[in-house]
């Protein structure tokens, strides 16, 4: 498991899903970004970033508008201190061209964090979601290798066309799973848990925001769940983050 060293006031954010069609929220999270570039000394952003991603060469060629000015915000925020992309499950495409191009690391998660606040388990989430046995065979078709050298090699339109699709079959179909199903599994957070040696676990994807008490092996454990972001169709607006630094770990709300 990779292991990733980060001293000082170290943010965490995940699931902005930014898009053509999200301004507002692309507003505040380029609000949140100055913020960062000013008050934190790193920031991690673990999974669903944009809202789908059909591959690197679309942002690096010929940008549309609202993901060229995002990719200038984040460049920006890269400048000022250490970035680090990790995957979702809408942005898994996402590869070191991009990192590169935005002068950002690419974190493979999940990893352990050492942080001033103590060694913590940072991953996206959806990997912790295995009573919903339809996405979690999805997930491991989509990930295969050969599978995304195929997809990266047809035709860009071609490649939106199947994600338009893919999109709108995945709403239809969240809809006819309960809310239980599409958390995250207890046992599969202890599992994970263990195998990193953490008594802390942060992670996105359910857009459930809290903090849970834990009990693992007879000790103490804690799981941070970060916000989703939406400021432009859904009320009340919502999105946040995670501070972590000497002082513990803190759960931030816009």
């Not at 006031?9 to 000013?38: C, K, N």
């Not at 790193?42 to 690197?56: P, Q, R, T």
């Not at 990790?86 to 191009?101: E, I, K």
Request: aromatic fraction near 8%; glycine fraction near 6%; charge should be positive.
């Amino acid at each position: 498991m990779n292991k990733l060293a980060l001293r000082g006031a170290v943010w965490v954010a995940s699931d902005i899903h930014l898009g053509e069609a999200v301004p507002q929220t692309a507003r505040a999270f380029y609000d949140f970004l100055d913020r960062a570039r000013q008050q934190a000394d790193a920031l991690v952003l673990c999974g669903d970033l944009f809202d789908a991603w059909i591959g690197d060469d679309h942002a690096l060629r010929h940008p549309p508008a609202w993901l060229a000015a995002a990719l200038g915000e984040l460049a920006a925020t890269a400048r000022a201190i250490p970035l680090w992309l990790a995957r979702g499950n809408r942005d898994f495409l996402m590869g070191r061209a991009l990192a590169d191009a935005l002068g950002a690391r690419l974190l493979d998660a999940p990893a352990i964090l050492d942080t001033d606040a103590g060694p913590i388990l940072l991953a996206h989430g959806d990997e912790f979601c295995t009573d919903d046995l339809a996405y979690q065979r999805f997930r491991r078709i989509v990930r295969t290798p050969w599978v995304q050298h195929v997809f990266l090699a047809l035709p860009l339109g071609l490649r939106r066309a199947i994600a338009a699709r893919a999109r709108a079959r995945s709403r239809l179909a969240r809809r006819a799973k309960s809310m239980a199903i599409m958390d995250v599994n207890p046992a599969a957070v202890a599992q994970a848990l263990r195998a990193a040696g953490c008594s802390t676990l942060i992670h996105g994807h359910t857009h459930r925001p809290a903090i849970h008490d834990l009990e693992l092996d007879g000790r103490a454990a804690r799981r941070f769940v970060l916000p989703d972001w939406e400021f432009d169709q859904d009320a009340p607006h919502r999105g946040g983050w995670i501070e972590i630094d000497a002082a513990g770990i803190r759960l931030q709300r816009m």
